[in-house]
T-cell receptor, first 111, second 115 residues
């Protein structure tokens, strides 16, 4: 069964600290993996996309990694800011018309 | 470039009533999605259109939910009759890429509360 699992479910960090969010998937075949950021009351916005041949992708202070062999991805946030408080959703596409969403990690950044 | 528009932003109804949501995708985007997002969970795909044709509606509760995209542009999602468990945010997204691998651009969502 195609599934995307994210951990932790929620996370609280202090402003300025780094953090890493995890995404494990059992989706097969694999086309690409995206990380989305969803601010409260808003729709998700794409942060990064990685295909099978890519193992790292950066977008400012966000760096995503992909290990296609172990079917794991992580999103690393450097020097967190209050505006990073949001849900981060991992989305995997097996190709075709399908996309499988994870439940998300809720990040709270405290001053 | 204008984003995905949705209306209304908020809706409160009583159970067994009907409700409709409207979505206008980004101009030129052929693929349109409707998602249901329950608090604390990731979005769940309800229906996906490619132009005005349905690509995937396997998770749409067809006894009460319906959606249409008659001219291949804007779309309407309807719930009739609503149940308490339909309380959620309904997100519309669009993509310029056919298939699920393209970036999806989401609207702000409609928050539905069923009392």
């Amino acid at each position: 069964k195609n599934q995307v699992e994210q951990s932790p479910q929620s996370l609280i960090i202090l402003e300025g600290k780094n953090c890493t969010l995890q995404c494990n998937y059992t989706v097969s075949p694999f086309s690409n993996l995206r990380w989305y950021k969803q601010d409260t009351g808003r729709g998700p916005v794409s942060l990064t996309i990685m295909t099978f041949s890519e193992n790292t992708k950066s977008n400012g202070r966000y760096t995503a990694t992909l290990d296609a062999d172990t079917k794991q991805s992580s999103l690393h946030i450097t020097a967190s800011q209050l505006s990073d408080s949001a849900s981060y959703i991992c989305v995997v596409s097996p190709g075709g018309f399908k996309t499988i969403f994870g439940a998300g990690t809720r990040l709270f950044v405290k001053a | 470039e204008a984003g995905v528009a949705q209306s209304p932003r908020y809706k409160i109804i009583e159970k067994r009533q009907s409700v409709a949501f409207w979505c206008n995708p980004i101009s030129g985007h052929a693929t349109l999605y409707w998602y249901q997002q329950i608090l604390g969970q990731g979005p769940k795909l309800l229906i996906q259109f490619q132009n005005n044709g349905v690509v995937d509606d396997s998770q749409l509760p067809k006894d009460r939910f319906s959606a249409e995209r008659l001219k291949g542009v804007d779309s309407t999602l309807k719930i009739q009759p609503a149940k308490l468990e339909d309380s959620a945010v309904y997100l519309c997204a669009s993509s310029s890429v056919a298939g699920g691998h393209g970036e999806q651009f989401f609207g702000p969502g409609t928050r539905l509360t069923v009392l």
